[in-house]
């Protein structure tokens, strides 16, 4: 079974910076594309970001683009998401998805259940 | 960027009842066009894929259609469990552009 459990959420000030955990099991994680999605409070979603298998194909929303970074690590079945310069436009959960597709256009099959970032002072 | 709208943006319906939610991209998508169904407190479920794929496990009361820049998701007839929130998104071209939703609530 495919699990995704993200991690690192919590409450930061404006300005200051936080990183996500996802942890994968139940599927060959180097095999397939991971994402970012966010969902403000109330709010429909929003993709963040992408990373292909071999941390390749990196591409962001330009509404993060310079100031949040995908990475992976395969050897710890692990995503990642460093986020610096947080506002509060970027309060939301944020979801990890398995992609799966071709070509880099890709779907998620699977999610995990969210962590909540909150920016406030 | 590539836009995507949903229409309704809720609909009221009882259970039987036959629901149909529509996407349109703002330019052609080809057929990269995704399906999912969130529940309250809850992360989206992947329901249909590349616009008319069911995903593996999904109840065959669910059927998408379309292709180019106009799509459709229908429920054929409502069950309880099928009062969501439905979202539409586009895998053709970065950033992967989700549609603002379709509230399915009891009527």
């Known amino acids: 079974e495919v699990q995704l459990v993200e991690s690192g959420g919590g409450l930061v000030q404006p300005g200051r910076s936080l990183r996500l955990s996802c942890a994968a099991s139940?599927?060959?994680?180097?095999?397939?594309?991971m994402y970012w999605v966010r969902q403000g409070p109330g709010k429909g979603l929003e993709w963040v970001a992408g990373i292909g298998w071999n941390s390749g194909g990196i591409d962001y929303a330009d509404s993060v683009k310079g100031r949040f970074t995908i990475s992976r690590d395969n050897a710890k079945n692990s995503l990642y998401l460093q986020m610096n310069s947080l506002g509060a436009e970027d309060t939301a959960f944020y979801y990890c998805?398995?992609?799966?597709?071709?070509?880099?256009?890709?779907?998620?099959?699977?999610w995990g259940q969210g962590t909540l970032v909150t920016v406030s002072s | 960027d590539i836009q995507m709208t949903q229409s309704p943006s809720s609909l009221s319906a009882s259970v039987g009842d036959r629901v149909t939610i529509t996407c349109r991209a703002s330019?052609?998508?080809?057929?990269?066009l995704t399906w999912y169904q969130q529940k309250p407190g809850k992360a989206p479920k992947l329901l249909i894929y590349v616009a008319s794929s069911l995903q593996s496990g999904v109840s065959s009361r669910f059927s998408g259609g379309g292709s180019g820049t106009d799509f459709t998701l229908t429920i054929s007839s409502l069950q309880p469990e099928d009062f969501a929130t439905y979202y539409c998104?586009?895998?053709?071209?970065?950033?992967?552009?989700f549609g603002p939703g379709t509230k399915v609530d009891i009527k």
């Open positions: 139940g599927f060959n994680f180097d095999d397939y594309a």
């Open positions: 998805a398995k992609g799966i597709g071709s070509a880099g256009r890709d779907w998620f099959d699977s």
């Open positions: 998104q586009q895998s053709y071209s970065t950033p992967f552009t």
């Open positions: 330019e052609t998508i080809r057929s990269y």
